[in-house]
Structure formats: structure tokens, C-alpha cells
């Protein structure tokens, strides 16, 4: 069993990693194509960074949030470490939420209204 919490902590660990990059390398995206708007003088420069900014940031949130869940398989399960899984997931979750609201506008569970 010692064997298999170790490969799933190194799993774990790489989707971790894989997360951190996502935002890193969405945030530098990001940047060169808000540098490149502001060249050819595009007033949506910054609207446009924020959107590209925000999903970078979503994808890779969400990459770590299926990270923590996954490393709960191989802690022990005690109350200290169930509280702070759970702290930690609620204020990724809530910052991806808050992330979402900015991008779309609107609630992921609201109805998009196509009609407009």
C-alpha cells in the first residue's frame, strides 16, 4: 500500500505542476497578445487581457482543485487534514466562481439567453 500512496503522490504532484503552468504560461499568452493589441492602438486591449487572463487562471484552478482532491487518497485521514482539504478547495472553488461571474457576466447555473 506504501507503493501506491507513493505513485499517487507523484501523480498528484505532476498535476500540480501541470496546473501552475497553465497559469503561467496563459498569463505570459495573455501578456503578448495584450502588448501586441496595444500596438495596432485596439481600445478592447485590456477588456481582451482580462478575459484571456481570467480563463488562464480558471483552467489552472480548477487543474489544482482536481489535484487536492486527488492527494486526499494518500494523506491519513485526520480532522486537521480534512479541514484544511476542505479550506482549501472552498476558496479555490470560490475564487473560480468569482472568475466565472467576471468572464460570462452571469452564474454558471443561470440560463445564457441566446435571443439577443
Do not use: H
Request: glycine share 6%; proline share 2%.
Amino acid at each position: 500500500m506504501e507503493g501506491l500512496n507513493m505513485y499517487i503522490n507523484c501523480i498528484t504532484k505532476t498535476i500540480e505542476f501541470i496546473g501552475v503552468l497553465v497559469i503561467f504560461f496563459g498569463t505570459v499568452y495573455s501578456i503578448a497578445r495584450f502588448l501586441i493589441s496595444l500596438k495596432r492602438n485596439n481600445k478592447t486591449a485590456y477588456t481582451s487581457l482580462r478575459q484571456s487572463l481570467g480563463k488562464s487562471i480558471l483552467l489552472g484552478l480548477e487543474i489544482l482543485i482536481a489535484a487536492d482532491i486527488m492527494e486526499t487518497v494518500t494523506t491519513a485521514p485526520t480532522l486537521k487534514s480534512a479541514a484544511v482539504l476542505g479550506l482549501i478547495v472552498f476558496i479555490r472553488t470560490f475564487m473560480s466562481m468569482s472568475l466565472e461571474v467576471e468572464l460570462e457576466g452571469r452564474f454558471p447555473w443561470q440560463k445564457t439567453n441566446n435571443n439577443k
